[in-house]
Structure formats: C-alpha cells, structure tokens
C-alpha cells in the first residue's frame, strides 16, 4: 500500500498535540501579569492570547478593527483573567502610547508584549509600489519597533523586568520571493531581535522571536489560503506530514515569556515542523513568481 507521496508504507509524521486547553506550564503561571497582543483581535494573535489567559494573565489586545477586538473580548473573557481592548494603528506613535495608557488604566502595565500585527500579500518585485512597500514595511517594522520602544521606555523608566515576543518569518534568514516586502521587513523585526536583546538585558528586558510554519487560520493571505485548500491533513510537503495548529504556536509564547525562560534571549524559535529547513536532493524545474502567481509578461 503506498501513500500519497508514492512510499511503500505510509509515513506516521509527527504526532498530533495534547488537546486544546492543555498547557506544559503550571497553572495561574502569568496571574497578576499584563500582556499585550498586537493583531490579538484573530488568527494567530487571538490564540496566542488566549494561551496566556488560561494560564491566568490579564490580557490587552489591540487591532485597527474594534469589531474583532470586541469578538474577541467576548470569546477571551471566560478563559482567565481581565480582558481590555485598544484601537490602535501600531504605525503612529501617539496612537500606540494611548494604547499602553489604556493598558495601564484597565490592567496595569503590561509586563509582557507580543507583536503579533503585520501585513502581507504576494507580489512580484517589479510591481510593488511605493505605497505598497511602505503599508508593509511600515505595520510589520515600524509598528514594530514603536510598540516595542514604548513598552521598554516605561519598563526602563519604572525599573521593572519585562518580556518581548516578536512574531516573525522563516524568510527572513532564506529571502522570500514574491515577498520582497515582507521579508525585508521581518528580516528586520529579527534583527530587532538580537539587538534588543543585548541593549535591554541588563535591565531585565528579554527580547526573543517566535516563527510559525504553516497554521491555517481566517487571517491567512489568498494565495496560502488557496495553496492549503488542496491539501490533505497528512500533508505530504510538510516533513512532519501535518500542518501546525494556532495552540502550539500560543504554548511556545508563553514558554517564551514564563519565568522557565528567563536565560532565553536574543533567540528566535521556529515552530514549523522544519518545513523552511527541508531540501532535495533533486530540485524541480524553476518557475519564476510572476508564473506562479499566473501573471504575464511584465509592461511598465
């Protein structure tokens, strides 16, 4: 009997996670804590956030769209702790530090901050436009860096420790065609990363990535969207012949951020079932992207 892949016997893969509600970590681990999801209003950023909230953290979410923070109030609310909402555009300052003061006012300071929010679409090179490249770069570096900057000048000027989680890409270490954008600007979030956390370890700020592979969740682009509806649940193009689910990305966080992890800094942690580390040993045919993407011949 073979499998999809054509191997005589079928391939068993990684196993599949303890159930959702599981956690590797001691119960009410984050009671009394704050953290702060960017992009906490769906997708990966709401099940991040819901990780931290079972294990007893008060949670701050913000998003542009009210309407997905108040979904995702409601839906938080009854796994731990308080649950407050921000509208914020992470690309402007003044909105991100009325976003930490709403924090603090219906919280307390946030003693934990994940940038989850980013943007991201297919394209080819020679057609991003300036506006395009900018509304990338901009939510996914720069919001990045004003979240982050904001949260350790408040943490600095109290003299509390602190831990930051930045959400980033495996391309940023391969390159991403078809994402010139996105992986310009991740390659920048990681490298955030590793300079933060020297700067701030002194005073007790941890700085430390987290990658996801293939999660499928409502906030994926079209094109992955797509490419995952083809595929079957013992996906063949994973090595671990699974995709991941939201809830192992979310018990990665917060082993990140717990006091188990304090001597981890400066690290980014890929949870993808090696998938960007997968090679052949014969290489297809190579498609360029605007064939992959099904477009023509460039005209200016």
Known sequence: MTDESGHDDPLPGLSAPPPLGASALPPGTYGGRVVLVTGGGSGLGRAIAAEFARLGADLVIVSRKRDRLEAARKELAG???RVAVAVCDIREPEQVAEAFDTAEVACGPPDVLVNNAA???????????PNAWRAVVDITLTGTWFMTR?????????GAPGSVINVGASYAWTGGPGFAHSAAAKAGVKSLVETLAVEWGPYGIQVNGLVPGLIPHEDMTPDIRAGLDTAHDKDVRQPALRVGLPRELGWAATFLASPYARFITGHTLVVDGANWQRRTLVNGPVLTVREQLGRGRFEP
């Open 79 to 81: 796994l731990g702790g």
């Open 119 to 129: 943007a991201n679409f297919p394209a080819p090179a020679e057609e991003l436009s």
């Open 150 to 158: 904001e949260f350790a000048r408040r943490r600095l000027a109290a």
